[in-house]
């Protein structure tokens, strides 16, 4: 039931962004080799992603620097750890496989990976600016 009230939030703020003329997606860095159609598919699943991102991981990730949020960078070690859900106590109950099915958990993980990078690691939970 809370998977599907968050699904329904991202996808009409995603809707109300786009009616507004105002898409806000992220950008992304796709390795040169990748052919164009290849970069259009992964562009949305990195969409989807992100508004996955927004719903379930956000709240306590993103990082305030400037009056501005950011998604912080994360390793692909980290990232491994969330797809086994491992990667604290706390995100074994809040990443479930109930409360983040593995299909979004892989969109997410998709979304981050290709995110354009911000220079704000995620380290032991929480994100360290490494643009000193």
Partial sequence: ??????????????????????????????????????????????????????VSCAKCHNEKKGGKLIIPDFTQEQLGAYSIRVANAQHEEMVSEMMVPADELTLISTFLTYKTKSGILMNGGKANDVKK
């Fill in 1 to 54: 039931m809370r998977k599907a009230i968050l699904i329904g939030i991202a996808t009409g703020m995603l809707a109300l962004q786009c009616l507004a003329g105002k898409k806000k997606h992220a950008t992304y860095e796709f390795p040169p080799e990748m052919s164009q159609a290849v970069r259009d598919q992964y562009t949305v699943l990195c969409e989807k992603g992100e508004a996955l991102y927004q």
